[in-house]
């Protein structure tokens, strides 16, 4: 569950970058959903603990 955020935007990323770049458009969005993914999954996972 935790991992959720990234598996989403990393293809949703780089779908978006491929319409509006082509492929170097599709790179930069998947880096950038890789990254947002990452910074989320933390987010959410320091959220699951604090709530003990």
Known sequence: ???LPL???FP???GVGY???G???AL???GIGFLLGLLLMG???KALRGRR
Do not use: P
């Open 1 to 3: 569950m935790g991992c």
């Open 7 to 9: 598996l989403l935007l």
């Open 12 to 14: 949703l990323g780089f």
């Open 19 to 21: 319409l509006i770049a």
């Open 23 to 25: 492929q170097t458009g």
């Open 28 to 30: 930069w969005g998947a």
């Open 43 to 45: 987010l959410f996972i």
